[in-house]
């Protein structure tokens, strides 16, 4: 089974010890037991299972669709919800989070057994085909005419392409994980400095251009006349930009 980390999320003692023991028993390494909301994403942060099964009728302010919604946002980890409860109105906010499974209490091992391990499989092959995507999109980048850069929402550059270090002046490795505004000087023909690219992409929600001609001072000094277009894409909760010129 090799090293399958999860994280068990429930607030009834005896329960909980219950999973635990028999997630041991088939194999499982337990990385802990949260019995609320924000112990849930806390020990998510700090150990990085594999799987989290999560009970959703937590006690407290926080149930357990709000937490899974929470990790689902900032954490590439598998949800398997754990629920004494089918109603409809249940199963539509849980849908939300996009969990891998749902196990009705009570439950028995081969039903808990079965889920994790569909749940392993469902997994790993959505992470290969986002990494194929991924790699298939940086190919079309690197061989377009135009310069293109990168970034997530909050301007940090994931990706740049040769044409874009050629007018730039600067190599991928040096760039990636900087901010854009660090090394992107753009200015309009009227020589006023450009507002924030990343914050208009945002406000505009999708795609704009700038409307006027603009000017590209390379690290070097050297300026060029680019015409430019940001596009805002968001995807699986997450938000990139990028900008062609």
């Given at each position: 089974?090799?090293?399958?980390?999860?994280?068990?999320?429930?607030?009834?003692?005896?329960?909980?010890?219950?999973?635990?023991?028999?997630?041991?028993?088939?194999?499982?390494?337990?990385?802990?037991?949260?019995?609320?909301?924000?112990?849930?994403?806390?020990?998510?942060?700090?150990?990085?299972?594999?799987?989290?099964?999560?009970?959703?009728?937590?006690?407290?302010?926080?149930?357990?669709?709000?937490?899974?919604?929470?990790?689902?946002?900032?954490?590439?980890?598998?949800?398997?919800?754990?629920?004494?409860?089918?109603?409809?109105?249940?199963?539509?906010?849980?849908?939300?989070?996009?969990?891998?499974?749902?196990?009705?209490?009570?439950?028995?091992?081969?039903?808990?057994?079965?889920?994790?391990?569909?749940?392993?499989?469902?997994?790993?092959?959505?992470?290969?085909?986002?990494?194929?995507?991924?790699?298939?999109?940086?190919?079309?980048?690197?061989?377009?005419?135009?310069?293109?850069?990168?970034?997530?929402?909050?301007?940090?550059?994931?990706?740049?392409?040769?044409?874009?270090?050629?007018?730039?002046?600067?190599?991928?490795?040096?760039?990636?994980?900087?901010?854009?505004?660090?090394?992107?000087?753009?200015?309009?023909?009227?020589?006023?400095?450009?507002?924030?690219?990343?914050?208009?992409?945002?406000?505009?929600?999708?795609?704009?251009?700038?409307?006027?001609?603009?000017?590209?001072?390379?690290?070097?000094?050297?300026?060029?006349?680019?015409?430019?277009?940001?596009v805002l894409r968001s995807r699986m909760n997450l938000r990139r930009s990028s900008v062609f010129f």
């Amino acid at each position: 089974m090799g090293n399958v980390n999860i994280l068990v999320v429930e607030d009834e003692i005896i329960v909980a010890h219950d999973i635990k023991n028999c997630l041991e028993d088939l194999g499982y390494a337990v990385t802990g037991v949260a019995a609320t909301g924000m112990d849930a994403i806390k020990k998510a942060e700090e150990t990085y299972p594999d799987v989290i099964l999560m009970d959703i009728a937590l006690k407290g302010d926080m149930d357990g669709i709000e937490a899974g919604e929470i990790i689902c946002k900032n954490l590439d980890i598998p949800l398997i919800y754990l629920t004494a409860y089918s109603d409809e109105k249940t199963i539509e906010r849980a849908k939300v989070t996009q969990p891998f499974g749902f196990i009705l209490k009570p439950f028995d091992e081969k039903t808990l057994k079965c889920n994790i391990e569909m749940t392993l499989y469902r997994h790993r092959i959505e992470k290969s085909r986002k990494y194929n995507g991924k790699s298939n999109l940086i190919k079309i980048f690197d061989n377009i005419p135009d310069a293109v850069i990168v970034t997530d929402s909050e301007g940090c550059i994931k990706h740049i392409n040769p044409r874009a270090e050629k007018l730039t002046g600067l190599n991928k490795i040096d760039v990636v994980g900087l901010h854009i505004n660090e090394i992107l000087d753009l200015n309009y023909d009227s020589n006023k400095q450009m507002e924030d690219p990343v914050k208009k992409a945002i406000e505009k929600d999708v795609f704009f251009d700038f409307g006027e001609s603009t000017v590209l001072t390379s690290w070097e000094g050297r300026q060029t006349p680019v015409d430019i277009m940001w596009v805002l894409r968001s995807r699986m909760n997450l938000r990139r930009s990028s900008v062609f010129f």
